[in-house]
């Protein structure tokens, strides 16, 4: 399920890049590799702000382990 929201995402960043770029064809595999790259960022930071939200770093603000 989640592979194909990422799919999603990638299209859908793919086909704004394209559009900014003047709708250039023939190079659809360069605004594909783009837009993963771009994507798969947004997911890691994502996932890295989802992390300190949840609890997942067992520190305090000063950095200082809990446990």
Do not use: F, H, P
């Not at 999603?8 to 190079?27: F, N, P, Q, T, V």
């Amino acid at each position: 399920m989640r592979a194909e929201s990422i799919e999603r995402r990638i299209r859908a960043k793919a086909y704004e890049l394209w559009r900014e770029d003047g709708s250039m064809e023939g190079c659809a595999d360069e605004y594909w590799r783009k837009a993963r790259i771009l994507v798969e960022a947004e997911i890691a930071e994502e996932d890295g702000r989802r992390g300190t939200i949840d609890g997942a770093d067992d520190t305090d603000e000063a950095g200082n382990s809990q446990a």
